[in-house]
């Protein structure tokens, strides 16, 4: 399980790159509204109920729920990323 330090620079290293994360992926995904759904995570200390709760809708969610499960896999020290950020692309 991560600190509550880690847990803080992670989401301050989410928000940092948030303004150069390309929006959209070439399939339409949301990048943005994943990111956020990784920083709403760590932030409000969701567990894996409150992510099904949030992100209900079977496949217009799964994008976003599959990034929301990341970050609490990373927070209970279930992941191997480093950095929550590298999976999303930058704009040029």
């Known amino acids: 399980?991560?600190?509550?330090?880690e847990i803080?620079?992670?989401i301050q290293r989410l928000k940092d790159v948030r303004p150069k994360?390309?929006?959209?992926?070439?399939?339409?995904?949301?990048?943005l509204e994943c990111l956020d759904a990784m920083?709403?995570?760590l932030e409000q200390d969701m567990d894996s109920d409150?992510?099904?709760?949030?992100?209900?809708?079977?496949?217009?969610d799964f994008d976003v729920r599959s990034n929301a499960d990341g970050a609490l896999k990373w927070?209970?020290?279930e992941s191997e990323e480093d950095d929550?950020?590298?999976?999303?692309p930058l704009l040029k």
């Open 21 to 31: 994360v390309r929006p959209f992926s070439f399939f339409g995904t949301d990048n």
């Open 75 to 77: 927070r209970e020290g």
């Open 8 to 10: 803080d620079a992670q």
């Open 50 to 60: 409150d992510i099904w709760d949030r992100w209900d809708r079977d496949e217009e």
């Open 84 to 88: 929550l950020a590298q999976g999303f």
């Open 39 to 41: 920083v709403r995570v």
């Open 1 to 5: 399980m991560k600190t509550q330090k």
